[in-house]
């Protein structure tokens, strides 16, 4: 059996703030930024890749999300990391911009970590600004 990852929920005080971090700094496609701006949508979210989402729901929302769900305490928790792959070119693109934010990085870079297609050459790690703990690596070309 295969799974796809569909969407990931990251908690953050602020959306707005949230998703001008992820669209300037990390260079994602904003998702129903209109809607939520009109109040039309409860979160905003921007696109991974063709099938994949990351949605940046207010924290403040968290009891709401436990009545959905029915598991009390459960929404607001975070995960230990996340990690996106991609190619070398936008790995470089992306820590030079995360520097030029002002944001850190793991320095020097990680190297051989083990994901889905095996081990990275490079990786490193960095936080959105609520703290969500992000990787970025890359594979080497089949």
Known sequence: MVYQLDHVVVWVADPVRSLAFYQE???LEPVRAVEYAAGEAPFVSVRLG???ILD?????????VDALTGVEGGAGNRLNHIC???TE????ALHQRLHAGGHGTTSPYLTNLYG??????RSFY???PDGNVFEARYYDPA
Do not use: I, Y
Request: aromatic content about 6%.
């Open 126 to 128: 960095f936080t959105d």
């Open 25 to 27: 700094v990390m260079g």
């Open 50 to 52: 063709p099938g994949t």
């Open 116 to 121: 889905a297609r095996g081990n990275a050459p």
């Open 89 to 92: 070119t936008e790995f470089e």
């Open 84 to 86: 996106l792959a991609m």
């Open 56 to 64: 940046l729901m207010a924290v403040a929302s968290a009891p709401k």
